[in-house]
């Protein structure tokens, strides 16, 4: 019986060690298993950290690019506002034959207007074109009393404004103020062109 017992208690200590290993093999394959996975997500934490940083990086070289080629169109814009426009001093056309109150072109000022023109934009310096309403100091006398004497010059400018344009339309055309002189009723056009300071 002392052979029996001393079996069984060698299988029951032989089983007790197996499970035992397998226990303890359990144990540190759990925790082999949750170590490697902190040590990977502490990679993927780096790793995503890193990507970050490369991107921060990639921002701050596209910024400092970004500046550069500010500063060299700035550089570039205060030369060009070296340039100014000035009027001409003499007048490209003149009309101020047009009738009492009315504000469509006659012939005369048509023609007038393009020989002026012509003449004007042979001169490659010419960027744009005024033309300005005049109107006499007699009291308006046309059909409709709301039209005032500034209506009737602006209204004068616009005719010749909207000629050129139809006539010339590579032209830049734009309103000047309206004047008011004795006895002449019609327009007069002036040329701006480009000066270095």
């Not at 060299?72 to 056309?93: F, G, R």
């Not at 010419?126 to 709301?146: F, K, L």
Request: include cysteine.
């Amino acid at each position: 019986m002392e052979k029996r017992k001393k079996g069984k208690a060698g299988l029951y200590l032989t089983l007790a060690a197996l499970i035992l290993l397998i226990i303890l093999g359990a144990i540190y394959y759990i925790l082999l298993g949750s170590q490697s996975a902190i040590l990977e997500q502490g990679g993927l934490g780096f790793s995503l950290e890193r990507s970050q940083d490369d991107a921060k990086d990639a921002q701050i070289k596209r910024l400092e690019s970004e500046t550069r080629a500010l500063r060299s169109e700035k550089d570039s814009i205060s030369l060009t506002l070296n340039y100014m426009i000035k009027p001409q001093e003499t007048l490209v056309s003149e009309c101020g034959i047009m009738p009492v109150g009315k504000w469509n072109l006659n012939k005369k000022c048509q023609q007038t207007l393009i020989e002026g023109l012509k003449h004007a934009l042979e001169d490659k310096k010419v960027v744009a074109i005024e033309v300005s309403g005049i109107v006499d100091t007699r009291p308006y006398g046309g059909s409709s009393p709301e039209l005032k004497q500034e209506g009737l010059a602006s209204f004068r400018a616009k005719e010749a404004i909207l000629f050129v344009r139809k006539n010339m339309p590579n032209v830049a055309v734009f309103e000047g103020l309206s004047q008011q002189v004795p006895n002449k009723r019609g327009f007069v056009v002036k040329a701006y062109y480009v000066v270095k300071n």
